[in-house]
Structures are given as C-alpha cells and as structure tokens.
C-alpha cells in the first residue's frame, strides 16, 4: 500500500485504484486534477488510518496552548472528531501549537455538557472522563470494546460535577512518584496514545470510517488543500464542495 | 501496603517496620523524629515504587518548559535517575512547570554524550533513542528485557549524529495523521509511559531499587523533607546526611 508513486504507470493504477473506490469521481475531477498526486497519495495513507471510534471531549479547557496541544495529539493518533464545550475562555487554539493539524480534524462545538455528552451517548458512545478522584479505574483497563469518548476538564477544576454524573465511568493515569498530575496535554495524549493503540488491535474494521465518510472526509481534504486562489478559481466556474 | 496512619498503633507498626527494613536507623532517628509519620509513609509508599531499570538522557534539550516536563513526567512514572548533557543553553527547568519534582530526582549531569552513553552502557545499560528517520521500531516493541535508557534529543534537531551511533537503537511513536512529530514533552511522557508500565510487569524485582540504594534515597528524601531552620538546627549538632 505505501508505493511511492515515482512512476507515471503507479500514478495511473493509484488514481485507477481511487475511483475505484469512490474516493475520486468525475464529479471532483475539476479538483483532485489540480492536486500532486503523492499529495493524494499521503491524504489516502492518513484516511486509511482515521477513526471515529475513538473521539475527545473537552470540557472548559481554557489554555489556548492546551487546546491547540489536545488538537494535534488526536491528530498525530487518526482521532477525527473533537468536541468541544468551552469554559471561560473561548476557543482559540495556538496556531504555533496545533501546526495546522485542526484542518485535518472535525470540530464540534458544543453549547453545554449536557448537550454534548447526551449526543455522543446517542450516536452510541461510552464517556470515560479523566479524573484523579475515588472510582476512576487505570487508563490499561478502559474497556475499548466499544466507542469511546476520552473526556478531558478544566485545568485546575477537572471535570465538572454535572460531566461525571453523566459519564459512564473515570479513568486515571497510574502515577507512582510525588508529583500527583499531569498537565492536560500529557493527560490527553497517554490516553489517546493507549486507547486507540488498543481499540485498533480489538475493534476490526469498526475503528476506521465506513465508505461514505471515507468519502465525504477525503473530498472535503481535497477542497481546502487547495490554493486559494484555485479554490476561487473552481468556485467562479460553479463548482463547491459538497 | 496502603493504610492510613491513623491510630497510634499504626504508626508504632509502621516506624517499626521501617526500622526492620533498615530505613529508619538510630543514627538517623533525630531526621525521622522530626517529620509526620503520614509524610514518612507517602516517601515510603513512593520509594516502593522506583526504579533506576528505565532512565532517561536529554541530549542539548534546550527549552526550560520541556527540561521542566520531562522531569516531572519521569518523576511522575517513579523513573528516579535523569541524565543531562546540555546543549546551547543551560539546564534550568522551569519551576512552574516541575512542581519541584527535581527534588526527589538524581539528576546526572555529563559532560558530552559520549561520556553519557559510555557511563551508562558500562552501568549495563541499552540506549534507544527517540528518532524520527529510517531504521527507528515503534515504541510498543522496544524490548524491556534489560535495563534501558530512553534519549531525547533536541528540540530541532533531533539527537546528534554522535549519539545515534553511539545507542543500541532507535524507537519512533507511531503517528496516524498529517502531524509528523509530538513535542519532546509529549514524546517523552508517552515513551516513559509505556517502558515503564511494560517494564513493571516484566522485570520482576530487578524493575525496583536494591536495599542499599533504598536506604541511601529515603534518608535523603527525609533530610530534604525537613523545613530549613529544622536542618539547620541538627546540623548544628553535628548531624549531617551521609
């Protein structure tokens, strides 16, 4: 699967392959005729990888550099969705942090945790949030066998009372020295990091998206990986995405 | 293991135990006279718990917020020894974002890498470091069979050319997404997370610290625990830690 597409006639099978699987159609041609196509190549890899099985929901997380870190971790992991519920801050991610990576991703903005965590439970989700207090089982033993939202809280309150009386469980990171808490952006990515590692093994092809958000995801990479000013191009002649 | 130090007779048990393991001594007892046996417990409960089987090497880690977190997340997964050979700056972590988790660490400055990896391959150590090019396994199969040092390079480069030739190995984290790198604070917490949990399990005894060693750290643990003027005070009467 991972070819390099050195050779024109390894371009031609990829594309071939692609709209094969509906990934490209004549529909998009006008777009995905204006990308590289080892640019094509490195959105499949990372399509093949993504997930909603596992997703993250913070709860008032205010640090701008927390935010932006939570982002690129769930990227780097193939965690699609991020949900968001903000606290006193406002959303605004750190740009320097997030090195772009919540272009790849689907935010949701949530107006209150009651709202969020009742949707995903709907969509057939577990919520685990993360919790240093009495209950909270080792993050090794978060059962994956099926969807899982990671739940994150505030900085220095943690998860609100409303959160934990709607979350199915609470998961803590085994600590074993004097210091008795991470910092959220170390939190959040050993717990996606041994979660979705786990999930991926058990879950089959549960994990990954099925066809039509394969294709509605990759069609929505293609658009914004765009130039602007091609984007504009594309967009006079009467053509947008979806 | 974990009671709490509530009846007197407890803490009679306790201090007794302690004095049969060798922990409290009668050369000691004005140290361990003068802190809360609840204190003396928690140093207890965290000394059972260290190991010097996994270590770590920051090699020219410049940036204080991540010479900071690493310490503390080491600190955190009960990983007592760091090894430090600076880059172009000095080696000052940030004290808000250690917790003063240095305190309770061995820090072991070197004074190049060459030094630093041959001191510990004499120790009977593996060196792997974290490494982003060809060649590098993934973290999950960095075999914890013996006793193992995780290096961290810089921030930019990476770690030197010197060092790569120098280690055993290399490991990478496995990344899912367009993000092609986690910062060293991340990378660092995962790697530490994951060796120690696997090494916990596996090791055996070897994974915690020899009766010496204990000794030597809980009476240097207590010595720091006291409040300055009480130090001040008992070295007056001549007392001084080892």
Do not use: C
């Not at 050993?190 to 958000?213: C, F, I, K, S, W």
């Amino acid at each position: 699967m991972k070819v390099m597409l050195v050779e024109e006639r390894e371009v031609k099978a990829f594309l071939e392959q692609l709209q094969q699987e509906g990934l490209l159609t004549e529909q998009t041609r006008p777009v995905w005729e204006m990308i590289l196509p080892k640019r094509l190549k490195r959105m499949y890899d990372v399509l093949n990888e993504r997930t909603r099985y596992i997703t993250v929901l913070m709860e008032a997380v205010d640090d701008p550099h927390n935010q932006a870190a939570v982002l690129r971790t769930a990227e780097a992991f193939g965690v699609q969705d991020v949900h968001i519920v903000t606290g006193k801050a406002p959303f605004s991610p750190n740009r320097l942090v997030t090195r772009y990576a919540d272009q790849w991703l689907t935010l949701h903005r949530k107006p209150d945790i009651e709202t969020a965590i009742g949707d995903l439970k709907r969509q057939g989700y577990q919520v685990y949030a993360s919790y240093l207090g009495e209950g909270a089982i080792p993050l090794s033993d978060l059962n994956v066998s099926k969807p899982t939202v990671l739940l994150f809280g505030n900085e220095h309150s943690g998860v609100s009372e409303e959160a934990l009386s709607l979350a199915d469980g609470t998961f803590i990171i085994p600590m074993y020295g004097f210091v008795q808490s991470f910092n959220i952006s170390v939190a959040a990515a050993l717990a996606l990091y041994d979660v979705t590692e786990r999930a991926r093994r058990q879950a089959g092809t549960r994990y990954y998206l099925p066809p039509e958000e394969r294709k509605a995801l990759y069609e929505q990479w293609m658009w914004q990986t765009l130039h602007p000013r091609i984007r504009k191009q594309l967009e006079q002649q009467g053509y947008t995405v979806r």
